[in-house]
């Protein structure tokens, strides 16, 4: 997957010194890092994309396992008062990142969204929703997934499309909330 050499490999993959993630959630941190850096590749995108793609990867899930009370903090507003926790460690990593000096948008956007979708994103964003969905240590759908995520390269924005269907309709069958930013990726997708 990559021919850089094994620490090299380790030092991309390092997560920030805040980061507060299990094993098992590094684990998916590194496999979605990896799918992105894959595509990435494939994709032939310059370097500058490329790292944002990786930075993607390593910082969306920095705060998975953070307590309440921090996620609520840095999270602010984002998803309201009465966001369930659970989705608040998107918008609590891109805001810690936006204090250390952070300046790119869209790996900002993709960081604080990548739980519920936004309809501004650009591809760093989109890239992020449908790795986070189809790195290939979830135990669902994993022939559907593994086949759509070997179709990014060729069809991103076709497979972008049906990973945001499949991910909504996922919302609607649990009764999971839809926000405003999740109705806006939906309509900006299929409007």
């Known amino acids: 997957m990559s021919d850089a050499p094994p620490t090299e ?9 805040w980061a507060v993630v299990s094993d098992r959630r ?13 595509w990435a590749a494939d994709m032939r ?3 500058a994309e490329r790292t944002t793609w990786r930075d993607a990867g390593l ?13 609520r903090a840095l999270a602010g507003e984002t998803f309201g008062t009465e966001a369930p926790v659970e989705i608040l460690h998107g918008p609590a990593a891109a805001e810690h990142l936006r204090r250390e000096g952070e300046a790119r948008a869209d790996l900002l ?22 790795a986070d969905f189809l790195e290939p240590g979830r135990k669902f759908m994993q022939v559907d997934r593994g086949w759509l995520a070997a179709q990014v390269p060729n ?6 499309r049906q990973v945001v269907r499949l991910r909504l309709e996922w919302s609607l069958r649990e009764g999971k909330q839809l926000y405003p930013s999740t109705v806006a990726l939906w309509n900006a997708v299929h409007g």
């Not at 998916?28 to 890092?33: E, F």
Request: hydrophobic share 40%.
């Open 26 to 38: 590094r684990s998916h941190i590194h496999r979605v890092t990896a799918l992105l850096e894959r």
């Open 45 to 47: 995108l310059d370097e």
């Open 59 to 71: 910082l969306h899930d920095a705060l998975r396992d953070a307590d309440d009370t921090m996620l």
């Open 109 to 130: 956007d993709a960081v604080r969204y990548h739980t519920v979708g936004h309809g501004g994103w650009d591809r760093v964003g989109q890239a992020l929703y449908m």
């Open 9 to 17: 490999r380790a030092d991309r993959m390092a997560l920030p010194a």
């Open 155 to 160: 069809d991103f924005t076709g497979v972008f």
